[in-house]
């Protein structure tokens, strides 16, 4: 694993791009200033504004594919990836609808 990590740390990441304006609107809102009134934080506040995430403690989604990270979500919502109850709660209160949106300014953060 160790040897896997090192060797991909070497490549250059060929990173996602949102695709769709009117959801990217909408996922900036939410990545930035999170919903109030259903209590979801601002992803910005764990992950970082430009989505480099805090090394060792919040990882890096900026850039990543907008499928990954629309999976991820709907995973850690519906209980299939459990690993972290802090992204199970935050994404249990998503719609789809703000999860593609979320997923795709997540895409084309650098
Ligand atoms: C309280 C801090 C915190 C907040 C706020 C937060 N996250 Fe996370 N997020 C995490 C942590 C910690 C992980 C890593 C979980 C793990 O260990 O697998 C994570 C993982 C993820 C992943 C999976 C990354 C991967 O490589 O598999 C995605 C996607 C993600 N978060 C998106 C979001 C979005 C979108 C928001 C805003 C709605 C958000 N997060 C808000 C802490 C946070």
């Not at 979801?40 to 900026?62: D, T």
């Amino acid at each position: 694993m160790r040897n896997i990590s090192f060797w991909l740390e070497s490549k250059a990441a060929k990173t996602g791009f949102a695709k769709d304006r009117e959801n990217v609107a909408l996922g900036e809102r939410i990545y930035r200033g999170g919903i109030a009134d259903r209590q979801v934080p601002a992803c910005a506040g764990c992950h970082s504004p430009n989505g480099a995430g805090i090394p060792a403690q919040y990882p890096r989604i900026g850039g990543q594919h907008a499928e990954y990270a629309a999976a991820q979500l709907t995973a850690f919502r519906d209980g299939v990836r459990k690993n972290n109850l802090q992204m199970s709660q935050i994404a249990a209160k998503l719609n789809d609808r703000e999860i593609k949106a979320l997923a795709d300014y997540v895409a084309g953060l650098r």
